[in-house]
């Protein structure tokens, strides 16, 4: 028996907010497309759900199974954290419950009938399942009337079995996101051609809100003069 293939991803506007699930499951030559919609959720409790309900439509247990999923939460979960919560009694290290326990609980049920394979993916960098789920998962979240797929993997119409993204684009979000989460050194800001810097993001907000402008963090010294003599250049002064 060939490998099942799970491509899953969550989705919520707001975060809280309205959002939803969708998952791609490829089993035994058919295609299974899963998914729907909660009215109040979050991002974390949609990846974990998409993989909790993956997971119940298999067929034949003790099967290998590949997951790929874009969320941090739910591969370190699954494969770290749940050990630890469940010694606790499912509380967490400072004694709180564990959020979304009871999907937690369904998944350690359910992983002890599977031979899984964990893959933590890159999010929106062309992994075309998940790619797939990700746009199930959205289309629920916004209340649209989606059409899932449930045939034989030679008339779906996607190359579902190509596992292959597109590394530079996921090196450049990777990048993204450490820069974003990076101690900035100071904001620089433009506002009607006049150049300020800010010590804190809120200041810096409190600036450009509501009006044309430009505005950069500088993680350096170096990279502050740098984002202002280009917006000089911009200017004209």
């Known amino acids: ?9 969550g989705a919520a506007k707001g975060n809280p907010g309205p959002g939803g699930y ?12 899963i998914g729907e919609g909660k009215s109040e959720t979050t991002n974390n409790e949609m990846e974990l759900k998409a993989v909790v309900e993956a997971l119940k439509v298999l067929s034949v247990q003790g099967s290998k199974v590949a997951i790929y999923t874009d969320s ?10 749940v050990f630890g919560w469940m010694k606790n009694g499912w509380k967490t290290k400072a004694k709180t419950d564990v959020l979304h326990k009871g999907l ?10 599977f031979d899984i394979e964990w893959h933590k993916v890159p999010g929106h960098a062309g992994l075309i399942g998940n790619e797939r789920a990700d746009s199930i998962a959205s289309d ?6 989606v059409e899932l797929y449930h045939g034989e993997l030679s ?12 590394e530079e684009e996921a090196k450049r979000r990777s990048e993204a996101r450490a820069r974003q989460s990076a101690k900035a050194y100071s904001y620089v800001s433009m506002v009607d051609g006049e150049i300020q810097t800010h010590q804190t993001w809120a200041e810096c907000h409190a600036r450009v809100d509501g009006k044309k402008a ?10 502050e003069r740098e984002i202002i003599e280009s917006y ?3 200017a004209g002064t």
């Open 72 to 81: 941090k939460y739910v591969v370190e979960g699954a494969q770290g954290w």
């Open 214 to 223: 430009r505005f950069k963090k500088a993680l350096t010294e170096e990279e």
């Open 22 to 33: 969708g998952a791609v499951v490829v089993e035994n030559g058919k295609v299974m497309e």
């Open 232 to 234: 000089k250049k911009e």
């Open 1 to 9: 028996m060939s490998q099942i293939l799970i491509f899953t991803d």
């Open 140 to 145: 629920f979240g916004d209340r649209k009337n």
């Open 155 to 166: 008339e779906y119409g996607i190359d579902i079995e190509n596992v292959s993204y597109d």
């Open 104 to 113: 937690w609980q369904e998944l350690v049920d359910l992983q002890k009938n």
